[in-house]
């Protein structure tokens, strides 16, 4: 592994825990089911309504960002080729 995957990687963490801490939030059905807002993951209520995380925004979100360090592992891991005479 070499320097510029290292950084890809710990990137690619850093950005999948900045969306653990502040996920994706749903009102419930009852009070008119949407998108309330990306909060603190401890403060998940804002008023009177109780939120729920929405799991499937955030598993897109987290696929989206490990293929996108996946491709830039890899596109950093390739090694120019050598011409040799």
């Known amino acids: 592994m070499n320097s510029g995957q290292r950084i ?3 990137l690619g963490l850093l950005i999948i ?3 653990a801490l502040f996920p994706p939030w749903r009102t419930p059905p009852e009070y008119g089911e949407a998108v309330a807002s990306y909060r603190f993951v ?7 309504t109780i939120n729920r995380v929405d799991t ?3 598993g897109a979100q987290c696929l989206a960002v490990f293929a996108l ?3 830039a592992y890899l596109i950093l891991g390739r090694r120019p080729k050598i011409a040799t005479h």
């Open 56 to 58: 499937a925004r955030l």
């Open 8 to 10: 890809a990687l710990i």
């Open 17 to 19: 825990f900045g969306m």
């Open 69 to 71: 360090t996946g491709a």
């Open 42 to 48: 401890f403060r998940p209520s804002k008023g009177h």
